[in-house]
């Protein structure tokens, strides 16, 4: 019996992890649930699931939380802050962590549970993005298992050769082609992008996520920190990395070999089929997930992405070849811009403007320590709310 902890467990991919566990209660329990200030929710999964662990980030949620749960579920302990996250991840009882949660915010948590040698089942991209070799050393040093549940990454696990190492090129491999939707926004005339709203950005056309990776989607920023993601997960180059557009994602990425074979993952746009890979490797159990009808699809469609509508696909690249925190830059300016946009404060196209701006006005630091990641992470917000009051002036 594997003991989880869900990190974020009422957001999406929160809720798909719940989905495969229930349907698994001879492998798998749950020891430990988080959100942040979502009360309703995590009651209802506390009742369900029975935890031992309940953690709401946000002070005033955990008292109401600990309230509601005194008639439904006692035995459940109630936890806050930060430090609730942090613990929740480090148990010793615990054998897996979903690290679920959106942004930033995802960080030490999931840094700690890597450090205490869990199976780490990784969606939050931002916690790699920001903190790269950091957090692979961690992994490295502390015989963490890493497993992405992100599709695309998950696709390129699935399509590497047995036991990867550090040097695929080594092993055969030439390329990594990640796949994108390329979001609702694909074929938009590029004058009217300005004018979308985000109701707009988050009515994605294939996958049903939280809003901010939908507004990434949308800026195709989400595929910018997948580069980065798959730089530090497959220990290449972001030139290695070829992005192929592919509005169907029926493919959910592709590896190249040396020989000419060229191996892609294909499912129906499901979460529940990464998330279920992640739990259960190296072996497969059911997922729930339809399965696919290649004949129901008939067509599948190619296409080069356009930086010049999707200016993010750059600036994550350059960030990336830039190295030390700069993509921890780009990911703050990014969480601070998506924000702005969704409260109707910026125009869509403002989105990558603010994120050129802080990534040319704050300067870069070798990404060594957490610490030096969390204050260049600081700035770079401080930095982004100007860029933001600069574009309303
Ligand atoms: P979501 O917004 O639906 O859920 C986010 C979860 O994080 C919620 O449980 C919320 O309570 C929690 N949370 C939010 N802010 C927090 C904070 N400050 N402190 C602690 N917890 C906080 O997001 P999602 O779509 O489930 O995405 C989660 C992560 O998975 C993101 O990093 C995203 O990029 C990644 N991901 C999602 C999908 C998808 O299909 N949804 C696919 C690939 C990767
Ligand atoms: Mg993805």
Known sequence: MKKITVLGSTGSIGVNTLD???????????????????????????????????????????????????NNAPDVTVLSGVDGLVKVAELDEVDYVMAAIVGAAGLLPTLAAAKKGKRVLLANKEALVMSGKLFMDTVEQNNAELLPIDSEHNAIFQCMPNDFGKDIE???????????????????AIEQLSMMTPEQACAHPNWVMGRKISVDSATMMNKGLEI???????????????VVIHPQSVI????????????????????????????????????????????????????????????????AREAMQQGGTSSAILNAANEIAVNEFLNTRIRFTDIDRVIETVLENVTQHDASTLEIILDDDKLAREYAIHAVKDLAA
């Not at 798998?28 to 209802?44: F, I």
């Not at 993952?265 to 497969?284: C, F, H, K, S, V």
């Open 170 to 188: 080594q092993q055969g491999v030439k390329k990594i082609l990640l796949t994108a939707s390329g979001g609702p926004f694909r074929t938009t």
């Open 228 to 242: 980065i993601e798959a730089c530090w997960l497959f220990h290449v180059q972001a030139d290695f990395i070829q």
């Open 20 to 70: 495969v566990v229930s349907r698994h209660p001879d492998k798998y329990t749950v020891k430990a649930l988080t959100a942040n200030t979502n009360v309703e929710s995590l009651l209802v999964q506390c009742i369900k699931h029975k935890p031992e662990y309940a953690v709401m980030v946000d002070g005033d949620a955990a008292e109401k939380l600990e309230q509601a749960l005194k």
């Open 252 to 315: 959910h990425s592709m590896v190249q070999y040396n020989d000419g074979s060229v191996l892609a993952q294909l499912g129906n746009p499901d979460m529940r089929t990464p998330i279920a890979y992640g739990l259960a490797w190296p072996e497969r159990i059911d997922a729930g997930v339809e399965r696919l009808d290649l004949f129901d699809i008939a067509q599948l469609d190619f296409v080069e992405p356009d930086e010049k509508r999707f200016p993010c696909l750059r600036l």
